[in-house]
C-alpha cells in the first residue's frame, strides 16, 4: 500500500498543503487563506478550516494509501514542543482581548486531535527545506550538508550526522543572524549587521542603493525606486550588463561567501545548497559566492565544499520539505 | 568485571596513556617521549614504545578487567580514516628521505595490530575534550553544548543531537579559525583575523602588547617580554589590579562573547564549556565573556545558554577524554 504524508506551508497570506509519497511525487496539492483570520481568537476557526481542507484532499485520492503523518513549516516554530510562541507576523493580538490570554498556539496537538492521533510534526521553513533536500533532492545520502534559503530574509537548515541540528531549544541554524558587519546595516532583529542585511532579497536592494551612492557609472536601476526593486529586476539588469546589478551581485556574494568559508570552519559540510529567489540568478550569486568561499577558507577545507543550487526548489518546494518531516525519525 | 579503557594523548613533547573507567575514575598513567621520535621513519619505533608503555599499564592492574579499547587524541587526527595526514607538528621528514615516501600515518590501525583487533578510536584534542565533558564531566545528559579549549591555540568541539559534529571529513569544529576580524591579526594558517589570534595563551599576549602600545598606563607587564609573558602573568597582574591586564582579559572576553554569540546563532547549544590555560583565569574571562556574548545575542537565545568552566578540566583531561571516546558508538 503506498504510504502517503501530507506537507503543509505556514505563510503570512497562504497555507499551501499536498500529499506526498516516499519519492517526492505529489498527488494533489490545495491552500487556504492564512490571512482570512488574522487574530488569535480566529486560530482555532482557520485550524478548522485547514484541517477541512486537508480531509477534503484525502477523500480526493483514489488508490489505497495509508497516511504516514502530516510535516509542517512554519516560521520560528518550535520543532521539540510542536508549538509558535506568540507568532505575531501570523497572527495579531487585539486590544480587545483578554490580556492575561496565552499566546501559546498548540498546532500539533491542534491538528493531531483532528487526524486521530497521526504522527505531527512541525520545524521552520529552512529547516524542512534542509530536510526536504535530504529526503528527495540533491543530499540524498549526505550526513553533513547546509540548506540556505534566500526570500525576504536568510535561513538556514543545517544537517550533522544524518541529523538536523535543532540544538536544545530547537531554534539552531539562524544563519541569517550570524554578525558579517560589526556596526553593519540595521537588522529586524534589533542588532546591526546580520547576514540577512547583505544576503536576502531585501539584503541585495539596500546593496544596489549603497551602490548607487557610492558610484557614478550609469545603470537601469537609478530608474526603480528602492521599494520597488526586486532581485529579478537586479538579475535581468545584470545580463545587460548593467555595472550597478553586477556590482550587486559581486557584493552579495561576497558577503555570502566569507560567511559560509566560516560555516564550514564550524561544520564541515559535504555541500552547501542554495534555495529561493536569490539562488536563481544562477551564476550571477553562484561564481562570486564560491569565489569569495574558497579565497577565505581554511587551508584543510579548501576546493572541498560543493556549492550546489537546491533540487527540490521549486513552487512545490516548501510542500515538499514540509511532508519530508514525516518520514524523519527525530522525536526528542 | 569491570570496563576499562586507554586514553592516549599525542603531543608533540610527551605522549601520556592512562586507564579509565566508564566514571572516569584512573587506574593508572604513564608517558612515553614523542619528541624521542623526531623523524617520520622513527614512527615504527615510537608506536612500539608506546604499546609495550601501554601493556606495562595493563600488567600492573591488580584486579579483573575487560579492555573496551583505546582511545586517542591528536592533533588533526582524521577521525573517520584513523590516520594523520603528514603531522608535522609530530615527526618531520628529513631531506635525506625518500621524497615519494607516504606521510600519511595509520595510527589507528598500528596500535590495532598490537592490541589484538581491540577497538581503536581518534579524534583531535579539542573534540576528545568534548566527549570526555559529555561521559564524565558537566556535560553529561545534554544533547547539545560546545567545548572551546583555550591553549596556545583555541580548539572546538561541537556536540549535536548527542553527536559529536566531525563534518564530512572529519574536521568540523575549528573554532578557532573563524574569521572575528577582516584583515585582522595574522594567524599560523596564513589567513587574518582568526579567533585563536585574538583568545588562546598566545592571543592574548598580543593583546596585552597592543594595548601597551595604545596606552600609557603604568602596568607590570611593562617589564616583561613579549615571549616571556604567559597568561598566568596576566591574571595575577590582573588579580593586583593592573589596568592592562584587566583591559586585556576585558579584551579577550569581547572577543570571545561575540564569537560565541555567532555559534548560538547557527548551533543553539545548553552550554558552552571553557577549557584549558585562560579558562582559569576564571572571573577574567567568565565575566567579559558572558556579558559581551549576552549583549550580541540573537532575542530567542538571550540568557539561556550556560557557560560555564570545564569539570574535568585538569593535568589528566586529554587522557580522560580521549578515554571517553571508547564508550561512543559512532562509526561512520
Redesign the interface.
Known sequence: MKKLAIGVDIGGINTAFGLVDENGDMYGESVVSTKKFPYFDQYPAYIDELCEGIKILLRGVDFEYELVGIGIGAP?ANHYEGILDNPSNLWKWRETDDASGSRILHIVDDIKKQFGGVKVVMTNDANAAAIGEMMYGGAKG????VVVTLGTGLG?G?V??G?L???????????G???VE?GGRLCG???RGCLETYVSATGIRRTVSMLLAERNDPSELRDIPFNQLDSLMITQAAERNDPIALAAYEYTGRVLG?AL???V??????AIFLFGGLAKAGRFIFEPTKKYMED?M????KD?VKLLPSSIDGKNAAILGASALVWQN?E?
Open positions: 520560528l549526505m550526513s553533513d550538508f538556514g543545517i550533522a550526522n541529523k541540528v535543532y540544538g536544545h531549544d530547537s531554534f539552531a541554524g539562524e544563519l543572524h550570524i554578525i560589526k532583529c534589533g542588532r566569507e568559508a566560516d560555516v570552519t564550524l561544520n564541515s559540510p559535504e577565505a581554511l587551508f584543510i577545507f572541498k527525530d526528542k
